[in-house]
């Protein structure tokens, strides 16, 4: 008959478990602020996209429609003749369309144009 010796059983002590949890922690503790700072980095390029998006469409209303700088614009007279779809902040944030002569802006402060 074959016996067992405590020597011989295999399988992970609880600090070899640990260093592996501990390390896990670690990557994740290094990976999560950065991803933050990306989607935050993103969103503020998509929104300064849109709001060039915006002014590019005033500019072509104005000179189709004969308006002069200080002529104010709605989304309604650009969209969906001159955007097809409303343009939207990803954060969150409010557009004003302004005046003509004016950059449109976000209510979402470091969203500017």
């Known amino acids: 008959m074959r016996t067992q010796s405590s020597?011989?059983?295999?399988?992970?002590?609880?600090?070899e478990v640990m260093v592996v949890v501990?390390?896990?922690v670690l990557l994740v503790a290094i990976a999560v602020?950065?991803?933050?700072r990306?989607?935050?980095?993103?969103?503020?390029?998509?929104c300064v996209a849109n709001l060039g998006q915006i002014e590019s469409a005033k500019q072509i209303w104005g000179l189709e429609n004969q308006k002069i700088a200080g002529d104010g614009t709605t989304e309604s007279d650009l969209v969906p003749t001159y955007i097809?779809?409303?343009?939207f902040c990803p954060?969150?944030?409010v557009y004003d369309?302004?005046?003509i002569g004016h950059n449109p802006t976000?209510?979402?402060?470091?969203?500017?144009?």
Request: with cysteine.
């Open 91 to 93: 954060a969150g944030g």
């Open 33 to 36: 602020p950065n991803f933050v």
């Open 7 to 15: 020597l011989s059983v295999k399988g992970f002590t609880l600090v």
């Open 22 to 24: 501990a390390i896990i």
């Open 84 to 87: 097809k779809k409303a343009p």
């Open 38 to 46: 990306v989607r935050a980095d993103a969103q503020t390029r998509t």
């Open 106 to 113: 976000c209510t979402i402060p470091g969203h500017t144009f």
């Open 97 to 99: 369309y302004k005046p």
